[in-house]
């Protein structure tokens, strides 16, 4: 089966302090899409970052990087600077055949004033 | 501009009812998917428009689950006969180009008593 796994059920940060979040993920396609969504509360998902499976220069966005690991099928996500708001639960995400995503379990993420 | 909306937010159905929930995408976006996520779990997938062409169906759990796009704009999702484990949030989300990243929607949460 071609999945994504994500080990850390839940996960807790000090504001202003960096968190790293795991992933590994399963696949037998050559080219492909990696991603981090997040989904807040209110429960709409909202994408964070984006990683091209061509291209080995790790993504950035902001305060948000990851750290892609093509040979050992990894896919960490970094937050540095954690703000409160960044409090919600985040999924690792691989894109499949005909574009359809497929979700790790996902990571609640717990940010302490 | 506007994103992806649902309708209904929420649904209360008695087991054996029909419902029908409805995605609005964003304007432009060829590609419509609609997910299942139970609680705490990550979203699944159901199914894959491209304009009103379904190409992907895999994901439907039987044959009570039947999706529509007749016009390659607004997509509806129907259920019938509702059982207790169709309760979920139904995820709606559209994309203007595969694979890249997916804009979802609020979601519906349908609860079967």
């Known amino acids: 089966a071609q999945t994504v796994t994500q080990s850390q059920p839940e996960m807790s940060v000090q504001e202003a302090e960096t968190v790293t979040l795991s992933c590994t993920y399963d696949?037998?396609?050559?080219?492909?899409?990696l991603f981090w969504y997040k989904q807040p509360p209110s429960r709409q998902m909202i994408l964070v970052i984006r990683?091209?499976?061509?291209?080995?220069q790790n993504a950035t966005e902001n305060r948000f990087s990851v750290n892609f690991q093509k040979a050992a099928k990894s896919f960490s996500l970094k937050i540095s600077d954690s703000q409160l708001g960044d409090a919600a639960m985040y999924f690792c995400?691989?894109?499949?055949?005909?574009?359809?995503?497929?979700f790790g379990q996902g990571t609640t993420l717990q940010v302490k004033p | 501009g506007a994103g992806v909306s649902q309708s209904p937010r929420y649904k209360v159905a008695k087991r054996g009812q029909d419902v029908a929930l409805r995605c609005d995408p964003i304007?432009?976006?060829?590609?419509l998917f609609w997910y299942q996520q139970a609680l705490g779990q990550g979203p699944e997938f159901l199914t894959y428009?491209?304009?009103?062409?379904?190409?992907?169906k895999s994901g439907l759990p039987s044959d009570r689950f039947f999706a529509e796009r007749p016009e390659g704009s607004v997509s509806t999702l129907k259920i019938q006969r509702t059982q207790q484990e169709d309760s979920a949030v139904y995820l709606c989300?559209?994309?203007?180009?595969?694979?890249?990243?997916?804009?979802f929607g609020p979601g519906t949460r349908l609860t079967v008593t």
């Open positions: 989300a559209s994309s203007l180009l595969q694979p890249r990243e997916q804009y």
């Open positions: 696949t037998s396609e050559s080219d492909y899409y």
């Open positions: 990683q091209e499976a061509y291209k080995q």
């Open positions: 995400v691989r894109s499949g055949n005909t574009g359809k995503l497929i």
């Open positions: 304007s432009g976006h060829v590609s």
């Open positions: 428009f491209q304009n009103e062409a379904q190409l992907d």
